[in-house]
């Protein structure tokens, strides 16, 4: 928007106090003033934005501005002062944003236009490039003095994460030396009858976090010498990011590592449980709500239709209940996964439904767990009660639930799981039980 209420002889007073010109002869100035054209720019209006091409200076007739790169303010400027005075002398792009902090009357002196005056006027070059040397260095007084307090808090920071390393490391160790202790566990346990392809598996599954921890922690280290040998801001800024972004990765996989070594205690743990009367049908609405609930818990949104079907002539059947309350709950724990994940897909016309129900056969006590999640893939069902084989993503799942509870029902009970599952449809897990166990 161009003004008129500033007259000529107003500009011409205004630039004659405006650092940059202040030496500059009155004929001059009137020349550059006659060239200026002005313009208003209401409060929290942008007047330049980072990176637009450079090809005029302005001078503050009224108003304030602030000279800022995103949210980080570098100066605040008002009347009779002036910015974007580098691109007089070439037309690189803005290397800072401007924004109107109030109503705001500038004045916008072309490169060209100066470059015109100047050539008819050359003795006032000399005073205007003294004014534009001395500001230069005045500003590189103040972003060193700004570097060094910044460089100061950054290795502060740095400090504060490589301690927060340090610790890292330490509960590594710790973890090792856990994991030694649980493999000479698993030795001793009679129930493992394939020790050997066990103690593949747990290498195998421990390795993968454990390589993780390494190769982060090296290059953690790594970034900690760069940032200590650079002396450029933003990239000390960039080797920050980098490097707490390594510890939160050291501390997710050595999370996963030590899941998996509480879940192998588990497995590997004597039972010497006794089994007790219980009643399978109040056990199962006991977990199938506690279940629910856990569900709900992490996510408050979800939201599920469930049917529980209950055989009345079920009596009383010995069982370790403690065992057996694990197992309905993991596959019951499955099941809401499986059918939360799939609603989150927005299908259309998808309702999540889960079923769990006993029956009384003849001599077995059968119980099914029935979903319409996203089914397991015909490729995966042969492994499904394998140690550490899951479908879930890294850090949801160690896969070690289907195996415990296989075992607890085949080995514990002396009883079946079979599972039947197509993908995209949905799962049924079923459990049976003798009476006689």
Do not use: W
Not at 131 to 141: A, C, T
Not at 180 to 191: A, G, S
Not at 373 to 387: L, W, Y
């Amino acid at each position: 928007m161009i003004h008129s209420h500033i007259s000529l002889k107003q500009c011409v007073q205004l630039l004659q106090q405006v650092e940059l010109f202040r030496h500059v002869p009155e004929n001059v100035i009137e020349a550059l003033a006659r060239k200026m054209i002005l313009a208003g720019y209401p409060a929290d209006a942008t007047i330049i934005k980072k990176g637009d091409a450079g090809n005029s200076m302005f001078v503050i007739l009224e108003g304030k501005v602030k000279i800022h790169e995103g949210e980080h303010m570098l100066a605040e400027m008002a009347a009779k002062q002036f910015f974007g005075e580098l691109s007089i002398l070439d037309s690189e792009p803005r290397s800072m944003s401007v924004t109107a902090l109030e109503s705001t009357t500038l004045g916008l002196i072309h490169q060209a236009d100066v470059y015109q005056v100047l050539k008819d006027h050359p003795d006032a070059v000399r005073d205007i490039i003294g004014v534009l040397s001395h500001r230069l260095r005045n500003q590189n007084q103040t972003i060193i003095s700004q570097l060094k307090e910044r460089g100061a808090e950054l290795e502060k920071l740095v400090n504060e994460k490589t301690k927060d390393l340090v610790e890292k490391n330490t509960e590594l160790s710790s973890l090792l030396l856990e994991l030694r202790r649980t493999q000479e566990q698993l030795i001793t346990q009679e129930k493992l009858a394939t020790l050997g392809h066990l103690t593949a598996g747990i290498a195998h599954e421990i390795q993968n976090p454990l390589n993780f921890i390494t190769n982060f922690s090296s290059l953690s280290v790594e970034l900690i010498d760069e940032f200590n040998q650079s002396t450029d801001e933003a990239e000390r800024r960039e080797i920050l990011t980098d490097l707490s972004s390594n510890i939160q990765k050291i501390y997710e996989h050595g999370f996963r590592a030590d899941s998996i070594v509480k879940n192998m205690m588990l497995h590997s743990r004597a039972r010497v449980i006794e089994k007790t009367e219980t009643d399978i049908n109040k056990l199962i609405s006991d977990y199938m709500e506690l279940a629910y609930h856990g569900v709900q818990v992490k996510d408050p949104n979800f939201n599920c239709k469930i049917e529980v079907s209950l055989d009345k002539n079920i009596q009383a059947i010995a069982l370790h209940r403690q065992n057996i309350s694990r197992v309905i709950l993991n596959l019951l724990g499955n099941a809401f996964y499986t059918v939360n994940k799939r609603s989150k897909l927005a299908e259309r016309d998808y309702s999540p439904f889960v079923r769990i129900s006993s029956i009384k056969e003849p001599e077995m006590l059968r119980i099914e767990i029935e979903d319409n999640g996203e089914g397991i893939a015909s490729t995966e069902m042969e492994k499904i009660f394998q140690p550490f084989f899951t479908t879930k993503r890294i850090g949801e799942g160690t896969g070690l639930g289907l195996s415990l509870s296989h075992d607890i029902i085949t080995k514990e009970h002396g009883g079946s799981m079979t599972v039947k599952s197509q993908s995209g449809v949905g799962t049924t897990f079923t459990i049976r039980i003798p009476f006689n166990v």
